[in-house]
């Protein structure tokens, strides 16, 4: 028997306690800042759509989207590499992101910018107000990619040959998650998934370089972004990301979760990379108690699907509430 594959994965996301969210939400509405029950409502509607708003999306992705109730459209620009063509491509997008909103002004689209930088960055020009944000003199001048990498060699050409992991204590690298951030902003995105940022973090050890970045960017989109404000998550399989003490750096953790994995499971053998436990665990902090991950059941089913998607132990996400 042949079983068909689904062409679009399931987001698994670490959430904060609290009561289970409603499938029926009342409100979707933000502003500025976001409640937790209304985050809680995005994330359980909300799925990877990988390419939705790429060169190859089609109009029936966004038809599936649009019809199955879809509020958080993860992924919708997959920008990995290729930095001149996707900056092309993000800077052309805000009539279709538009043209989303004006069918389902309730959606949240999700940009990403992953841990990875490569020599195609050497091709995209740094406009003067990127460089004004750092209290820089204005130059004439594009992206360095050599300014971007571990000065110690660490982690160049970790993807392949000049595709390497930026160092996020570089200022060129700060500049340009900043120039990227803006330009999701001004599309009408509002979420930034980032990747692996401990591969991008190693030499920042207090995070102080990443909550710089983010917070220029959430700064920007307080006053330019459609609902002011920008959603961001990321990859952190170890521990979650805090500075200047209990600050949280973002504003939930995620894991990718696919049917394949749930039908390996079924079959008695551990989906891949799952460690075999349910993902519940505790931390000692006012601000973060029970945690566990929540996923719809599937059609038919009277369970959750669970499942880390990671080989690594999970850490609890923990939720900003637009701080």
Not at 97 to 105: E, L, T, W, Y
Not at 132 to 161: C, K, N, Q, T
Not at 285 to 313: I, Y
């Amino acid at each position: 028997m042949r079983v068909a594959r689904v062409s679009c994965s399931l987001a698994i996301l670490v959430l904060a306690a609290g009561p289970a969210p409603s499938q029926e939400p009342s409100s979707y509405e933000f502003d500025g800042a976001i409640s937790r029950s209304s985050l809680e409502a995005y994330l359980f509607r909300s799925a990877t759509t990988m390419g939705l708003l790429g060169s190859q999306g089609r109009n029936d992705d966004l038809r599936m989207a649009l019809n199955t109730g879809l509020k958080f459209a993860g992924r919708a620009l997959t920008a990995w590499g290729s930095e001149a063509y996707h900056v092309s491509l993000l800077q052309g997008l805000g009539p279709k992101v538009a043209m989303i909103h004006s069918m389902d002004p309730e959606m949240i689209l999700q940009g990403t910018v992953f841990e990875i930088i490569t020599t195609s960055v050497n091709d995209v020009a740094i406009p003067p107000w990127a460089f004004e944000e750092f209290g820089l003199p204005v130059e004439e001048r594009s992206f360095r990619y050599e300014a971007m990498i571990y000065p110690d060699g660490r982690l160049v050409d970790h993807w392949s040959r000049g595709a390497s992991v930026p160092d996020i204590t570089q200022l060129e690298t700060r500049m340009w998650i900043y120039f990227m951030g803006r330009l999701y902003v001004d599309a009408g995105f509002e979420a930034i998934h980032l990747g692996q940022i401990e591969l991008m973090g190693q030499n920042d050890r207090d995070h102080s370089a990443w909550a710089d970045v983010l917070n220029r960017i959430r700064a920007y989109a307080r006053d330019h972004a459609r609902r002011h404000l920008m959603l961001f998550d990321g990859h952190v399989p170890s521990h979650g990301f805090h500075y200047e003490g209990d600050k949280l750096l973002l504003d939930f953790h995620s894991f990718r979760c696919d049917l394949s994995a749930w039908l390996r499971s079924r079959r008695g053998r551990p989906p891949h990379g799952a460690p075999g436990h349910p993902l519940r665990q505790e931390l000692g902090r006012p601000d973060a108690k029970r945690l566990a991950m929540r996923q719809p059941p599937l059609p038919g089913r009277g369970r959750q699907l669970r499942d880390l998607g990671s080989r690594r132990r999970a850490d609890p996400g923990l939720l900003r509430l637009g701080l």
